[in-house]
């Protein structure tokens, strides 16, 4: 299993030695990590996970929180509950069993149809009905000042075909709390939404570039339609729907589309946002209906994005 923070890709693995039976953590980018101190004479169970801890499951239903970093481990107060959680509408359910993890469909007057079985990377887990949360600009805006993204060291070939970057964790936009403007136009993440990583090219000439990739889905795309980035002091902007110099946009998928950019940029710690600017037909055809998604605040200060460039 393997679970992204916003700073470091973590991965998990079972062990099993002469010892007994263990756990493993690893910081996949700064190859920080190591066994976790727990050991059993049968296998552990991993029974909730966040961006910093993971809670194991001994065999005597003991449960024990455990730091990614260290990593260390305490008593825990949390319940050893199985990790089943069931999502939104009919719902659907990720269940870690024996060490597998499963997402499956209910089906109603017989088994569950299992939809991924054996799943090997967590992103989030959260089922939040997020129109039940009240707005809060201060929560907002603390939130979104959390935005990041790193640049991995990689090179790659602005050509609009993104399976060089198979293996790379995205900054994701498609929730409420980034919606930068024209909130009440916004209806969800199949109206507007995107996502963006971005590499820091290794070879020759080409070192000083900074590429972004990503993809953007639409329900109705419009001309007006802009792709935005932020990159220190540089502003990168496109209509996805027809390319333009430096970018490239593949397929003409009636939500999904891609792209790929890139630009000179100095390395550190750098000022970053990247937005996508929504325009939708009015119902009654006379106007345009806009919504602004971005990673950060447009506005700068201090709930600005950053990107960390090497």
């Not at 010892?19 to 976790?36: E, Y």
């Not at 305490?74 to 959680?85: F, K, Q, R």
């Not at 001309?223 to 990159?231: C, I, S």
């Amino acid at each position: 299993m393997r679970l992204w923070d916003g700073q470091h890709l973590w991965a998990l693995g079972d062990i099993e030695d002469a010892q007994g039976h263990g756990l493993h953590v690893q910081d996949q980018q700064a190859q920080l990590g190591g066994d976790i101190p727990l050991r059993a004479d049968r296998p552990l169970y991993v029974v909730g996970m966040n961006r910093r801890d993971v809670f194991v499951q001994l065999p005597d239903r003991s449960v024990f929180r455990c730091a990614l970093a260290r990593p260390s481990c305490e008593v825990s107060a949390m319940e050893a509950l199985p990790m089943n959680h069931p999502g939104p509408g009919a719902g659907f359910e990720l269940t870690l069993n024996g060490g597998v993890l499963r997402l499956t469909m209910p089906f109603t007057g017989g088994e569950p149809a299992v939809l991924l079985d054996r799943v090997t990377r967590i992103i989030g887990v959260h089922w939040v009905h997020e129109a039940w949360l009240p707005q809060d600009p201060m929560l907002d805006q603390a939130y979104r000042g959390r935005a990041r993204i790193v640049a991995q060291r990689r090179d790659v070939t602005a050509d609009g075909a993104l399976g060089e970057w198979a293996d790379s964790e995205p900054l994701v936009v498609d929730a409420p709390w980034q919606v930068d403007a024209g909130a009440e136009h916004w209806s969800g993440a199949g109206d507007a939404s995107f996502s963006v990583a971005a590499a820091r090219q290794t070879r020759g000439a080409d070192s000083r570039q900074v590429c972004f990739a990503g993809r953007v889905r639409d329900d109705a795309w419009t001309d007006e339609d802009v792709v935005l980035l932020r990159l220190g002091g540089a502003e990168l902007r496109t209509a996805p729907s027809e390319g333009g110099a430096g970018w490239s946009s593949l397929g003409d998928g009636f939500f999904s589309r891609t792209f790929e950019v890139c630009t000179a940029a100095d390395s550190g710690d750098l000022p970053f946002v990247a937005a996508y600017i929504d325009h939708d037909p009015d119902p009654d055809g006379t106007s345009t209906l806009s919504s602004t998604l971005s990673s950060a605040a447009l506005n700068g200060g201090k709930s600005e994005g950053r990107i960390s460039v090497p």
